[in-house]
C-alpha cells in the first residue's frame, strides 16, 4: 500500500531503501533553471566535462533578470543560450514567462521526477509531478546524469473535503495550511493531498498550492493526477502525457490533517513570514498603497482572468498602484485575445512583462511604510525593495477586490463571474530553441565580461580557528544572506561582486570582516536559510572563506548548498549554548578529518575559555564531499 510519493521514489530509487529519514538517492527525468541560479548551475555542468546532458528533458529559462538597465543580464542571457545550445539543454527566452508557469503548461508530467534550481520548482507537484528544488550544482550533477541525494521523506496527508466558495481561492487553502503547520511544518517531508474536494481543483490552482509548499520548507507537495489532470494535458495538446496516478486505499501516513473547502475564508500573511497568517475578516479596512499581481503562484490564465473579472468596469482606487504580470506568455496573449487585457488596463491596473518583476525585487518597490497586498508566496523582510515596507501575501480575488476599494475587503461581497479554462490554450512554442545536435557542434559559448570563474574551495584543513564573523537570530531567510533586488543580482554570475552585498541588510560590514579575518564561522538560530534555493547563498559565503555555519536547525535547499560548497553545517546539541558566543568570538575545531556519522564533535570557544558539542548528521558522502572541499572537488577526485 503505497502513497504516489512512494510510488514515484520507488520507480526512480537507484540508492537506498525507503525507510523515513534514511539517506536515498532517485534518478532525475527534468530538470529546469532559471538564470539567477542557472548561470551557476552550467558553470558547474561546464567544470564537469559533460558534452551533452543525460536527462529526458533540460530547460533553460530567463524569467528572473530581465531588466537590462547595463550589459550584464543582457550577457548572462547570451551565455544561457549558447551553454544550453552547446549542451543539449531548450532555451527559453526572456518574455516567455516564469519558468513554473511554462513548465506546468508545457513541459511537467505526471510521474516524473522534476529538479530546479529554484525552491518553488514543487509548482508541478500540481501536475502530479515529484518536483523538488535544489540548488544549481545538485542540478548539474543530474543534467550530467548523477542521481539526486535526499532524505527518504515522511508523508503527510491533507484531504480537502467539498468546494470554495466565489471569493475563496487555492491561495486560501495554502495560507490555512502555512497557519496550521508553519514555515518549518514541512521540514522532511512530503505534503500529499487527497480529498474529495481534490476534483473541485484545477491543475493551475492545485498549482499554487504545491507552490507554497515551498514556504512550508517541504521536500515538495504533489496532488494525484486524475480526470482534471487529463483534461488541462488535453487542452494544452499534451494528452499523450497523461498517466493516472493515486495512492493506494490504506496507504499510510505520517501526519493527517483535514480541511473543509466549504467553510474556509479568505486569507492574508501578514509582514513578514508566510506562516503569520490571518483570515481576512481580522484585518479589514486596512489601507492599501500597492497592490501586485502575479508570480509563478498566482499567474495562471485562470487568476488573471479571475482578476479581469473582478476589474470588469470598476476604476482602481486613486491611492493604489495595481501591478500585474500574468505569468507566461501563453497567458497574456490569451488575454489579449479575449479582452482580458484590456479590461485590466482600462480598470487602470499597470501590466508587467511576464517575469518574476517585483516578486525578486525587480522594480515596483512600493512607497516608504507601504501596505503592500501581493499574491505572491513570499513576504520576507526587505524582499520588496522597501525596507519599511509591510508586505502582506493573499489570493488574486482579495488583491484584485482590495485595489478597487483602496484597503483590504473581503472579495466574498463582489459579484463576479468565475471563468472557465478555454476549450483549448493558445500553444506556441516559437520563444523556446530547442537543442539541435548539429548546431551544437558549432556553438561558441559566449561570455561577456559579466561571466566570471566558478571559484573553488579549498580542502578540508584538520583544525580551524577563526572568529565568528556573524550572530543571527530564528528564521533567517537565502534573503537576509544573499539579497535579490535590481541593484545586486545582475552580479549572480559574478561571485566576487555578489559577495561585497552578503547580509547587507544584517551587518553592513559583514564583507569586510571576512575579508579583514581570511574568514570564520556564521552563528545562526533555526531554520538558518530557509526561503530560495540560491546557492550564492552558501557560494559567496564560502568565497569569503566561511568554514563552517553552527545553527539550531536548517532549511533543507540551504543546508545542502552548504555541504555542496564545502561549508560544515553543523547543529548545536544543546541549544542553550547558542546564547553563550559573541560576535568576534574565536573558536577552535579539531580533528575535523576524522568527522564520522553520528558523532559530536567539542568547539572550544577560546574567547570564552569554554567548550561545547555540535552534531553534523552528515551521510559518509556529506562528509566526504565536506573533507575535499565542495562537490566539484570530489567528482574532479574520482575522476582522476
Ligand atoms: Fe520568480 Fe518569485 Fe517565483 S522570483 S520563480 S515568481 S518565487
Known amino acids: 500500500m503505497l502513497t504516489i510519493t512512494e510510488k514515484i521514489i520507488k520507480a526512480h530509487l537507484v540508492e537506498g531503501e525507503m525507510h523515513r529519514g534514511e539517506p536515498i538517492a532517485i534518478h532525475i527525468d527534468q530538470t529546469l533553471t532559471q538564470d539567477a541560479t ?55 527566452k526572456p518574455g516567455n514567462g516564469i519558468c513554473h508557469q511554462v513548465h506546468l503548461e508545457r513541459f511537467a508530467k505526471p510521474g516524473k521526477t522534476l529538479l530546479g534550481s529554484d525552491s518553488h520548482t514543487p509548482t508541478a507537484g500540481g501536475i502530479g509531478a515529484l518536483a523538488i528544488g535544489a540548488g544549481g550544482l545538485d542540478v548539474a550533477c543530474a543534467m550530467a546524469g548523477r542521481a539526486f541525494h535526499l532524505t527518504m ?3 503527510v496527508n491533507i484531504i480537502l473535503h467539498g468546494s470554495l466558495q ?90 493527517t490533517y483535514e480541511i473543509d473547502l466549504d467553510t474556509l475564508e479568505p486569507m492574508i500573511a501578514m509582514p513578514h513570514s508566510p506562516d503569520n497568517v490571518l483570515p481576512i475578516s481580522e484585518v479589514l479596512g486596512m489601507k492599501v498603497d500597492q497592490v501586485a499581481i502575479g508570480s509563478c503562484t498566482n499567474s495562471s490564465y485562470r487568476d488573471m482572468m479571475t482578476v479581469a473579472n473582478i476589474l470588469k468596469g470598476k476604476t482602481v482606487d486613486p491611492e493604489v498602484s495595481l501591478v500585474i504580470s500574468p505569468g507566461s506568455r501563453q497567458v497574456l496573449n490569451m488575454l489579449a485575445s479575449n479582452g482580458g487585457l484590456s479590461t485590466m488596463i482600462t480598470a487602470g491596473a499597470r ?17 516608504t511604510n507601504a501596505l503592500s497586498l501581493r499574491t505572491f508566496n513570499r513576504n520576507f523582510y526587505g524582499r520588496s525593495g522597501t ?12 488583491a484584485a477586490a482590495s485595489a478597487i476599494a483602496g484597503y483590504i475587503i473581503d472579495p466574498r461581497v463582489l459579484e463576479f463571474d468565475i471563468p472557465e479554462d478555454p476549450e483549448y490554450f493558445t500553444i506556441d512554442d516559437s520563444m523556446i530553441i530547442e537543442p539541435d545536435m548539429e548546431l551544437s557542434a558549432e556553438t561558441e559559448v559566449v561570455r561577456g ?41 545582475p552580479y549572480r554570475s559574478n561571485i566576487e561582486k555578489i559577495s561585497e552585498f552578503i547580509f547587507m541588510n544584517v551587518k553592513a560590514s559583514f564583507h569586510d570582516d571576512c575579508i579583514a579575518n581570511d ?45 555542496n560548497f564545502g561549508i560544515i553545517p553543523f547543529t548545536f546539541v544543546n541549544e542553550k549554548d547558542y546564547n553563550d ?17 553520528n558523532t559530536p564533535i567539542t568547539v572550544q570557544n577560546v574567547t570564552k575559555g569554554k567548550t561545547f558539542q555540535v552534531e553534523h548528521n552528515l551521510t559518509q558522502l556529506d562528509i566526504d564531499t565536506i573533507k575535499a572541499g565542495g562537490t566539484l572537488n570530489l567528482i574532479r577526485q574520482n575522476q582522476k
Open 153 to 155: 521523506p515522511k508523508v
Open 38 to 92: 542557472g548561470t551557476m548551475a552550467y558553470l558547474q555542468l561546464e567544470a564537469m566535462g559533460v558534452d551533452q546532458v543525460k536527462t529526458e528533458l533540460s530547460i533553460s529559462y530567463v524569467d528572473h533578470n530581465t531588466l537590462q538597465s547595463g550589459f550584464e543580464n543582457a550577457d548572462d542571457h547570451k551565455y544561457l543560450q549558447t551553454v544550453a545550445m552547446k549542451h543539449g539543454v531548450k532555451f527559453s
Open 387 to 398: 525596507l519599511s515596507a509591510k508586505v502582506c501575501l493573499v489570493s488574486p480575488e482579495t
Open 449 to 489: 565580461p559579466n561571466i566570471k570563474p566558478l571559484p573553488i574551495n579549498t580542502p578540508l584543513k584538520n583544525t580551524i580557528t577563526k572568529k565568528v564573523m556573524i550572530k543571527v537570530d530564528d528564521n533567517i531567510t537565502t534573503d537576509h544572506i544573499a539579497p535579490a533586488g535590481a541593484k545586486v543580482l
Open 166 to 255: 466565489r471569493g475563496v481561492s487555492s491561495k486560501d487553502i495554502i495560507l490555512k495550511v502555512l497557519q496550521l503547520l508553519s514555515v518549518k511544518g514541512g521540514v522532511g517531508k512530503v505534503i500529499e493531498y487527497s480529498g474529495d474536494g481534490v476534483k473541485n481543483l484545477s491543475i493551475p490552482q492545485r498549482a499554487t498550492i504545491t507552490n507554497m509548499g515551498a514556504e512550508l520548507g517541504a521536500t515538495t507537495s504533489v496532488f494525484p493526477s486524475d480526470e482534471i489532470t487529463y483534461e488541462f494535458l488535453k487542452k494544452q495538446h499534451r494528452e499523450e502525457d497523461y498517466v493516472e496516478l493515486k495512492a493506494d486505499e490504506g496507504a499510510v501516513y505520517d501526519e
Open 351 to 367: 501590466i508587467l512583462e511576464t517575469t518574476c518583476g517585483p516578486c525578486i525585487g525587480m522594480g515596483q518597490s512600493p512607497i
Open 581 to 597: 558566543i559573541d560576535e568576534m568570538d574565536t573558536l577552535k575545531i579539531t580533528d575535523l578529518l576524522d568527522i564520522k556519522e
Open 519 to 563: 574568514g570564520g564561522f556564521i552563528v545562526a538560530g533555526s531554520n538558518y536559510g530557509q526561503g530560495s534555493s540560491r546557492e550564492h547563498a552558501a557560494l559567496a559565503p564560502m568565497y569569503l572563506g566561511i568554514k563552517a555555519v553552527i545553527a539550531k536547525s536548517f532549511a533543507r535547499i540551504h543546508r545542502a548548498n552548504l555541504i
